[in-house]
């Protein structure tokens, strides 16, 4: 598995939506944030497939082929103006075993664009990464 660190946003911009957690877990919520950054990978010439809840927050799947390639977004805990996110690329087994796959170059790019979505968030006061 090839992750990229996390970059995040501290805005008021994005709300929570009521029973939101009850798709993920208590306290974890990003759903706005998650198809609000959707639509701007979207707008930079991404493919998005879908925005599924996840126990741990919301994912932005981009592709499963040929390795599955999704974005992590959601709040930090106990906190509801600071949205994180962080690219993923998960081959299989079997890439893992018989072949190599280059997802880091793919990572990289989404990284970058990830980070520059992130300096348009509306009401943004401040943006920073973390390893």
């Given amino acids: 598995?090839?992750?990229s660190?996390?970059?995040w946003v501290r805005t008021s911009f994005f709300h929570i939506e009521q029973g939101e957690d009850e798709l993920t877990n208590p306290g974890r919520y990003g759903r706005a944030f998650s198809h609000w950054l959707a639509?701007?990978?979207?707008t930079r010439g991404e493919e998005?497939?879908?925005v599924l809840p996840e126990d741990w927050g919301w994912c932005v799947m981009l592709?499963?082929?040929p390795y599955m390639l999704w974005v992590g977004c959601?709040?930090?805990n106990g906190v509801t103006d600071e949205w994180g996110a962080f690219v993923t690329a998960e081959p299989s087994l079997l890439q893992k075993l018989f072949s190599r796959t280059d997802s880091e170059s793919t990572v990289n790019r989404i990284h970058k664009t990830l980070n520059?979505?992130?300096q348009h968030v509306p009401e943004f006061e401040k943006v920073w990464i973390e390893e």
């Fill in 116 to 118: 520059e979505i992130m």
């Fill in 63 to 65: 592709a499963r082929k």
């Fill in 74 to 76: 959601g709040n930090r």
């Fill in 48 to 50: 998005v497939q879908e």
């Fill in 1 to 3: 598995m090839t992750s």
């Fill in 39 to 42: 639509e701007q990978l979207k």
């Fill in 5 to 7: 660190s996390q970059i």
